[in-house]
Protein backbone atom coordinates (compact mmCIF):
# COMPACT_ATOMS: atom_id res chain seq x y z
CA UNK A 1 0.00 0.00 0.00
CA UNK A 2 0.79 3.54 -0.57
CA UNK A 3 0.03 6.53 1.26
CA UNK A 4 -0.41 10.43 0.05
CA UNK A 5 -0.69 12.72 2.44
CA UNK A 6 -1.39 16.76 0.17
CA UNK A 7 -1.09 20.11 1.90
CA UNK A 8 -1.15 23.35 1.12
CA UNK A 9 -4.93 24.03 0.58
CA UNK A 10 -7.06 26.81 1.74
CA UNK A 11 -8.67 30.17 0.62
CA UNK A 12 -7.20 32.31 -1.51
CA UNK A 13 -8.44 35.42 -3.49
CA UNK A 14 -8.98 35.58 -6.59
CA UNK A 15 -5.80 36.32 -8.84
CA UNK A 16 -3.58 34.75 -5.69
CA UNK A 17 -1.33 32.17 -6.04
CA UNK A 18 -1.14 28.85 -4.13
CA UNK A 19 1.31 25.57 -3.68
CA UNK A 20 0.15 22.24 -3.23
CA UNK A 21 2.60 19.25 -1.62
CA UNK A 22 2.00 15.85 -1.56
CA UNK A 23 4.23 12.95 -0.09
CA UNK A 24 3.95 9.53 -0.81
CA UNK A 25 5.02 6.73 1.65
CA UNK A 26 4.63 2.74 2.14
CA UNK A 27 5.71 0.37 0.38
CA UNK A 28 7.03 1.78 -2.79
CA UNK A 29 9.74 0.23 -4.93
CA UNK A 30 9.33 2.87 -7.75
CA UNK A 31 7.07 5.85 -8.90
CA UNK A 32 6.22 6.49 -12.16
CA UNK A 33 3.66 8.87 -12.68
CA UNK A 34 2.57 11.22 -9.78
CA UNK A 35 0.32 14.42 -10.14
CA UNK A 36 -2.76 16.75 -9.54
CA UNK A 37 -6.62 16.37 -10.22
CA UNK A 38 -9.57 17.75 -9.03
CA UNK A 39 -13.25 17.90 -8.77
CA UNK A 40 -15.50 20.38 -8.44
CA UNK A 41 -18.77 20.47 -7.02
CA UNK A 42 -20.98 18.16 -9.57
CA UNK A 43 -18.36 17.73 -11.88
CA UNK A 44 -16.14 14.82 -12.87
CA UNK A 45 -12.68 14.64 -11.55
CA UNK A 46 -10.24 16.08 -13.76
CA UNK A 47 -6.48 16.08 -14.65
CA UNK A 48 -4.61 19.41 -13.54
CA UNK A 49 -1.60 17.72 -14.14
CA UNK A 50 1.31 14.55 -13.56
CA UNK A 51 4.74 14.54 -13.76
CA UNK A 52 6.29 11.16 -15.47
CA UNK A 53 9.53 9.85 -13.54
CA UNK A 54 11.65 11.15 -16.48
CA UNK A 55 10.49 14.69 -15.78
CA UNK A 56 7.92 15.13 -18.63
CA UNK A 57 4.91 17.21 -17.60
CA UNK A 58 1.65 16.75 -18.85
CA UNK A 59 -0.93 19.50 -18.03
CA UNK A 60 -4.91 20.83 -18.38
CA UNK A 61 -5.48 23.02 -21.31
CA UNK A 62 -6.94 25.23 -18.80
CA UNK A 63 -4.39 25.51 -16.05
CA UNK A 64 -1.30 25.53 -18.80
CA UNK A 65 0.73 28.76 -18.23
CA UNK A 66 -0.60 29.03 -14.73
CA UNK A 67 0.63 25.90 -12.70
CA UNK A 68 3.99 24.36 -12.92
CA UNK A 69 4.31 20.99 -11.25
CA UNK A 70 7.45 19.46 -9.96
CA UNK A 71 8.82 16.81 -8.40
CA UNK A 72 11.44 15.01 -6.09
CA UNK A 73 12.51 11.69 -6.88
CA UNK A 74 14.35 10.92 -4.08
CA UNK A 75 11.68 12.00 -1.35
CA UNK A 76 8.14 10.70 -3.09
CA UNK A 77 7.27 14.00 -3.15
CA UNK A 78 5.26 15.84 -5.80
CA UNK A 79 4.15 20.13 -5.81
CA UNK A 80 1.51 21.93 -7.91
CA UNK A 81 2.55 25.66 -7.77
CA UNK A 82 -0.86 27.55 -8.93
CA UNK A 83 -0.47 31.11 -9.94
CA UNK A 84 -3.40 33.64 -10.89
CA UNK A 85 -6.19 31.47 -9.43
CA UNK A 86 -9.74 31.81 -10.86
CA UNK A 87 -13.34 31.55 -9.55
CA UNK A 88 -13.10 28.46 -11.84
CA UNK A 89 -10.24 26.47 -10.18
CA UNK A 90 -11.87 26.15 -6.52
CA UNK A 91 -12.55 22.45 -6.05
CA UNK A 92 -10.84 18.99 -3.93
CA UNK A 93 -8.04 18.71 -5.48
CA UNK A 94 -6.66 14.91 -5.04
CA UNK A 95 -2.75 13.95 -5.27
CA UNK A 96 -2.47 11.14 -7.51
CA UNK A 97 0.32 8.45 -8.19
CA UNK A 98 1.23 5.10 -9.85
CA UNK A 99 3.57 3.22 -8.54
CA UNK A 100 4.64 -0.69 -8.09
CA UNK A 101 6.16 -2.36 -4.79
CA UNK A 102 8.78 -4.81 -6.31
CA UNK A 103 10.97 -4.69 -9.71
CA UNK A 104 8.53 -6.00 -12.48
CA UNK A 105 5.29 -5.89 -10.31
CA UNK A 106 2.22 -4.71 -11.64
CA UNK A 107 1.72 -1.45 -11.33
CA UNK A 108 -1.00 0.15 -8.71
CA UNK A 109 -3.06 3.57 -8.84
CA UNK A 110 -3.39 5.80 -5.40
CA UNK A 111 -5.28 8.79 -4.35
CA UNK A 112 -4.91 11.55 -1.48
CA UNK A 113 -7.65 11.97 0.52
CA UNK A 114 -8.20 15.44 -1.08
CA UNK A 115 -7.33 19.48 0.24
CA UNK A 116 -9.75 21.77 -0.51
CA UNK A 117 -9.07 24.81 -2.65
CA UNK A 118 -11.11 27.82 -2.25
CA UNK A 119 -11.34 30.80 -4.25
CA UNK A 120 -13.02 33.87 -3.14
CA UNK A 121 -14.13 36.93 -5.68
Known amino acids: QVQLVESGGGLVQSGESLRLSCAAS????????MGWYRQAPGKQRELVAT???????NYNDNVKGRCTISGDNAKNTVSLQMNSLTPDDPAVYYC???????????????WGQGTQVTVSL
Open 26 to 33: GNIFSLYV
Open 51 to 57: IIRDGTT
Open 96 to 110: YCNADHFRGGPHFNY
